[in-house]
T-cell receptor, first 115, second 116 residues
Framework: AQSVTQLGSHVSVSEGALVLLRCNYS??????LFWYVQYPNQGLQLLLK??????LVKGINGFEAEFKKSETSFHLTKPSAHMSDAAEYFC?????????????FGSGTQLTVLP | KAGVTQTPRYLIKTRGQQVTLSCSPI?????VSWYQQTPGQGLQFLFE???????NKGNFPGRFSGRQFSNSRSEMNVSTLELGDSALYLC???????????????FGEGSRLTVL
């Protein structure tokens, strides 16, 4: 079975500081990995995805993530936090189940940006 | 290009009632998935439809059902509502389904159901 674990349900950073949100995955096959962001009372928006091409993936809003097979990690980073980055972030792994695929999500990390 | 549209956005029901939620996928997307989001359980997969066929189903009771129409629009139904069904129900669409796809999903804003 494939799964993801997000370390830290709440992360606080100061505006302008580095953002680091941690995600570790468990997969018996090469995974497809995703980061989504959710703003209050909204759906999920795709930030970036890893699909076995480049291990360093750049996404929207200045975010990027690096796939590290040896560490089974896919941590999300942004060099300088902005107030508008405050939201909940979800890491997800794509799971093949018979003829279908589905996303299995981590439990989420709430990011707070302090002025 | 219009995104995924879910209706209604908010609704309140009482225990024992039933509810139907609607989802219109992005034009050209044939796969529609449904997820339930609650503070306690997080995001949980309900089911996926592709070309009017349910391709995958999560671990939910039979009170939860869905269908997909020939235009790819989808509905989900919850019968005999319980307090624990209060949640944000998210619909997501994708171009393809199955092993050939990467699983990238495009989500709607959700339907927030409150059961009293």
């Amino acid at each position: 079975a494939q799964s993801v674990t997000q370390l830290g349900s709440h992360v606080s950073v100061s505006e302008g500081a580095l953002v680091l949100l941690r995600c570790n995955y468990s997969s018996s096959v090469p995974p497809y990995l995703f980061w989504y962001v959710q703003y209050p009372n909204q759906g999920l928006q795709l930030l970036l995805k890893y699909t076995s091409a480049a291990t360093l993936v750049k996404g929207i809003n200045g975010f990027e993530a690096e796939f590290k097979k040896s560490e089974t990690s896919f941590h999300l980073t942004k060099p300088s936090a902005h107030m508008s980055d405050a939201a909940e972030y979800f890491c997800a792994v794509s799971v093949s189940s018979g003829s279908a695929r589905q996303l299995t999500f981590g439990s989420g990390t709430q990011l707070t940006v302090l002025p | 290009k219009a995104g995924v549209t879910q209706t209604p956005r908010y609704l309140i029901k009482t225990r024992g009632q039933q509810v139907t939620l609607s989802c219109s996928p992005i034009s050209g997307h044939r796969s529609v998935s449904w997820y339930q989001q609650t503070p306690g359980q997080g995001l949980q997969f309900l089911f996926e439809y592709f070309s009017e066929t349910q391709r995958n189903k999560g671990n939910f009771p039979g009170r939860f059902s869905g269908r997909q129409f020939s235009n790819s629009r989808s509905e989900m139904n919850v019968s005999t509502l319980e307090l624990g069904d209060s949640a944000l129900y998210l619909c997501a669409s994708s171009l393809a389904s199955g092993g050939r796809s990467t699983g990238e999903l495009f989500f709607g804003e959700g339907s927030r159901l409150t059961v009293l």
